[in-house]
């Protein structure tokens, strides 16, 4: 351990400073109110420790991260080698860290505030004709006493190059843009900062790959990505804020990132309903498809293709949900089973004649009872003609205008024909899904519900969010019996506290026949994790219970008791 220096004259309220400032100072160190010590050098942030004992070491620099990634760039920016470090502190609590490392120069300021360190790097790119399309940081290494606990993403560099800048956060991998870890002592937390809406990534490398080792390792390096391209002589600032804590609660831990998330994001953009919501499959198959049923829709009430169906959808499910307080119904496959292929259709508001003729008076119905219309939808594909007979599903463009406005016309003629719920199938966990369902709540407003597939943290501000629930068993040696939640109850809690007012809705995947007869009932498991059960039709006996579980937890207006 490296010798502590004396307190100064230069000490402030939760700071320890060098008494060098200037051009003959070397290095700057920081205390923290609890007594967590930075300390910056000409190689960048060298060290951190706490009571005598080194939390991490190593350097921090900017490299070209075009490699890392399949669709990175040509990586002809070199960035192998330094030519030159300096270090100036400017104060008691900045320094002015510039590397120069073959093609770049970053100019970085370290910036602490009480437990939080803000890195600002300012890198030039001078090579003459290639840009940097991502930049890397590395070089710090944290030493856990243990392997560390928390959310803490890591994968090998091959997976990434593999599949590319779509693992970013936002993204199906990197769900969430922040990062914590922790051990006996000590928290970290890590945020992108000031990006707007970027693809970043944060990674907790092993510290060895060994296959013995991996997990057990208590070291790991921090690396952190930016999506960002810096043209052939041109220039990029980059933030990202670190904090190390005894307070390793993991919401005090990602707090800095909280707040980054509410600037970049703001607040929830709809106006959620927690109240129960009836779901409902109509389209059967291609082997239901006849003379007297050319759209393959199930029998019964799912007829919705004749009067006789159409009537006896809207007497049961109005029942239902008037009956037990519920806000309304999603269907799924209201076109029928299409013989093009494609399952839930991009084409969502294309009805079967006989189905449009219905659907008016289906949509009154509803409208008459206090009761919401929804349909699935599926709005990051279109239908293409694959062959004479066939389609093939493609994506849409977010960035193309025709394509955005394309999209908004078929939820508009279901928003006319009286939808104000949409399933979005397919859907929710990409940069690119962020970006158009920014657009269509922006055109949607407050007042219209959607529920994503798939979710990442961003998504949440604009569209509720979608999921399964199966029961496992568990075992003598491992897990209880539980309820799962495929978008994960601890991913649920984040997004909750990063999110404030954002919805999750649920349907049981297996329904109750595995479930013991003592266990906790699904929908105790839903409400009292906040999320909004979905009833298929026909699950009879959950639905005469509902209406008296669900008025312990929301009220009669839809929210959360």
């Not at 694959?386 to 406005?405: E, F, L, V």
């Not at 940069?431 to 979710?455: C, N, S, W």
Request: proline share 5%.
């Amino acid at each position: 351990m490296r010798q502590q220096l004396p307190i100064t004259a230069c000490m402030l309220v939760g700071v320890w400073a060098c008494p060098l400032l200037g051009a003959d100072a070397t290095e700057l160190i920081h205390q923290t109110p609890s007594k967590v010590i930075y300390r910056v050098t000409a190689d960048g942030l060298s060290s951190i420790s706490f009571n005598d004992r080194k939390v991490a070491s190593g350097s921090w620099s900017a490299f070209n991260a075009e490699r890392w990634f399949k669709d990175g760039g040509s990586g002809k920016v070199d960035t192998k080698k330094f030519s030159n470090k300096t270090f100036k502190a400017l104060s008691p609590s900045r320094a002015r860290v510039v590397h120069t490392k073959g093609d770049i120069v970053c100019t970085t300021d370290y910036v602490f505030d009480g437990e939080d360190l803000l890195i600002s790097a300012r890198i030039e790119n001078n090579n003459a004709s290639e840009p940097m399309n991502i930049a890397g940081f590395s070089g710090l290494t944290f030493h856990f006493d243990r392997p560390p606990a928390g959310l803490t993403p890591v994968q090998h560099i091959s997976y990434f190059q593999a599949h590319g800048v779509g693992l970013c956060h936002p993204g199906h991998w990197a769900r969430f843009g922040g990062s914590c870890a922790t051990d006996s002592q000590i928290g970290v937390g890590t945020s992108p900062w000031s990006t707007g809406l970027m693809r970043t990534l944060t990674l907790w490398d092993y510290g060895s790959w060994a296959h013995n080792k991996r997990v057990k390792d208590p070291n790991r390096r921090l690396i952190y990505f930016a999506v960002a391209p810096i043209a052939p002589r041109g220039a990029v600032t980059l933030d990202f804020r670190l904090r190390v804590s005894t307070n390793r609660d993991w919401k005090h831990l990602l707090g800095p990132y909280k707040e980054h998330f509410a600037r970049t994001f703001g607040k929830v953009k709809y106006k959620s309903d927690y109240r129960w919501i009836a779901t409902d499959y109509l389209n059967h198959s291609q082997k239901a498809i006849s003379p007297s049923n050319p759209y393959g829709f199930h029998g019964g009430h799912r007829r919705i293709d004749t009067d006789t169906g159409a009537e006896a959808f809207c007497r049961k499910i109005i029942d239902n949900l008037k009956g037990a307080g519920g806000q309304g119904v999603i269907v799924w496959g209201q076109g029928g089973d299409d013989p093009r292929a494609g399952m839930y259709r991009p084409d969502f508001d294309i009805l079967p004649p006989e189905v449009e003729a219905r659907w008016n008076g289906i949509a009154k119905q509803f409208k008459q009872s206090g009761l919401k219309l929804g349909v699935c939808t599926r709005p990051r594909h279109m239908a293409v003609r694959s062959t004479w007979r066939k389609d093939r599903i493609i994506d849409i463009n977010p960035d193309d205008t025709g394509h955005r406005t394309m999209l908004w016309k078929r939820f508009e003629n279901m928003i006319d024909k009286g939808c104000t719920l949409f399933y979005l199938d397919s859907f929710g966990s990409s940069f690119e899904d962020v970006k158009l369902m920014r657009f269509l709540r922006e055109k949607m407003g407050p007042d219209i519900l959607t529920f994503a597939e798939h979710q990442c943290d961003a998504i949440m501000v604009y569209s509720g969010g979608y999921s399964e629930t199966s029961f496992s068993k568990g075992s003598k040696n491992r897990n209880q019996p539980h309820y799962r939640l495929w978008s994960g109850v601890r991913n649920w809690e984040i997004y909750q506290f990063l999110a404030p007012g954002a919805q999750m809705a649920s349907r049981l995947y297996q329904g109750q026949k595995d479930i013991p007869k003592n266990f906790k009932a699904p929908d105790d498991f839903f409400f009292s994790n906040r999320i909004t059960p979905l009833l298929p039709t026909g699950e009879d006996q959950r639905l005469t219970r509902m209406k008296d579980r669900q008025a312990k937890f929301v009220t009669k207006q839809g929210l959360w008791k």
